[in-house]
């Protein structure tokens, strides 16, 4: 994107501005502060014009700062994480009241943190809008803090994005030096953190702790109600033409669909498909003990030949950026022999844009997750033309059709290849 001028962000943030405050003035709403904990955001009150204000307001933090300024803030930005991680391994958010304050002292001696440490750490908290104290030595909930008390299967994830994978995170320096050129699974950030020679996956499956955690975590990041933030499935469902590109009885096939929280949502949409969700045994096992289900589920792993043959279309969401290049296009090349003439495969992930995002925010947000696939399984996010190659290197077969997206959320992408033998 341009670089803009002063006199141009202060215009856009002026013109933006203006636009939610005569919103909010028609609606007859209060102009909220961070402070404020209920009512609607100004992103509810005019989603684009919010959005534009924040990416000014950051891109003019930017231009304000002096450079070191801006790159000593940067350089212990980490503190923003291991703040919040902290917080949420003592379950904090939940334990202030969502009416009221709580004194600091009362609040170490309901979660077991040393007062000191605490207060410490909520008063960093604060600084970056989490939390605030309106009077000395009593907190009280902002916006941002008060939805993760509200919304703690989403704090699921994001212990696991602050605690669990912040080792992997920080040892992607070393790794990338250690190893400059790889693509392997087993020579990542991983093996620097833990030093281990297993591939993430497989030596997160040798402790059963850090396996729950991991599947807690994802399930509150992608699961379909209830998110603050996250991935809510229902973007997939709205993006992609089921009801006319697929028959009324339609057989799915979810590919590596966890505990079936899009599946369910898709079969809720659509009650005459015929939907199955595949995963590992693990997770099946526990996705079959929650009761009735207007779904099937099957042991399977996607990297032995699917044994589900004939389905009008196969489904993999979130599963092809966990992997780099020579794994996904085996993923791919696993369902060939389930495919029948015309069956459609629907790879659903964030689609990194080509060139450069007007969008500062959404921009971060998809690198964010590139970042972390490199660090985790030097996996990536792709470009549409990746994910193309993907289906062309897998096998010549595959006919790239189109992809689509929801203007409820331009980083979701559902790709979605014919095949045609």
């Not at 919103?23 to 904990?37: D, F, G, R, W």
């Not at 693990?282 to 004939?310: C, M, Y």
Request: glycine residues 4%; negative net charge; proline residues 6%.
């Amino acid at each position: 994107m341009a670089a803009r001028s002063l006199e141009q962000l202060s215009s856009i943030v002026s013109r933006n501005a203006a636009a939610l405050s005569q919103k909010l003035e028609s609606q007859k709403t209060s102009s909220p502060t961070v402070h404020n904990i209920d009512g609607p955001s100004l992103s509810e009150i005019d989603s684009v014009a919010a959005n534009e204000l924040a990416n000014a307001a950051r891109e003019l933090q930017a231009l304000a700062l002096s450079p070191g300024r801006q790159l000593h803030l940067l350089a212990f930005s980490l503190f923003d994480s291991t703040a919040v991680g902290t917080l949420l391994e003592f379950n904090i958010p939940e334990l202030v009241p969502l009416e009221g304050t709580i004194s600091l002292s009362e609040l170490a001696a309901k979660s077991g943190l040393l007062e000191d440490k605490l207060t410490r750490i909520v008063r960093y908290a604060i600084t970056i809008f989490i939390f605030h104290e309106p009077k000395p030595g009593y907190v009280a909930h902002t916006a941002l803090s008060a939805a993760l008390a509200r919304d703690p299967k989403f704090g699921d994830f994001l212990r696991l994005a602050l605690v669990d994978l912040a080792p992997i995170n920080a040892a992607l320096p070393v790794a990338v030096r250690k190893w400059p050129q790889t693509e392997a699974i087993d020579e990542s950030a991983v093996q620097v953190a833990f030093n281990t020679d297993l591939p993430w996956f497989q030596w997160l499956s040798t402790d059963a702790t850090k396996q729950e955690r991991f599947d807690k975590g994802m399930s509150g990041f992608s699961r379909i109600e209830g998110n603050v933030a996250g991935r809510s499935g229902l973007i997939d469902i709205a993006a992609y033409p089921w009801g006319i590109t697929l028959p009324s009885d339609a057989v799915v096939v979810d590919v590596g669909g966890g505990f079936g929280h899009f599946s369910k949502a898709l079969a809720a949409a659509f009650p005459s498909f015929k939907i199955t969700v595949q995963d590992r045994e693990e997770v099946i096992t526990v996705a079959r003990k929650a009761g009735p289900s207007p779904v099937e589920f099957q042991i399977h792993s996607f990297w032995d030949p699917n044994p589900l043959k004939g389905a009008d279309a196969y489904f993999l969401r979130q599963v092809i950026h966990d992997w780099p290049r020579k794994e996904a296009i085996n993923i791919l090349r696993a369902l060939t022999p389930a495919l029948k003439p015309g069956a459609r495969v629907l790879i659903s992930e964030f689609m990194v844009p080509e060139l450069a995002d007007d969008d500062l925010i959404e921009a971060k947000l998809i690198r964010e997750m590139d970042l972390q696939m490199m660090a985790i399984t030097n996996a990536k996010e792709r470009t549409k033309d990746e994910v193309v190659e993907l289906f062309t290197g897998a096998d010549s077969r595959f006919h790239f059709n189109a992809w689509y997206q929801s203007p409820e959320d331009r980083k979701v992408c559902i790709f979605e290849a014919i095949w045609e033998p």
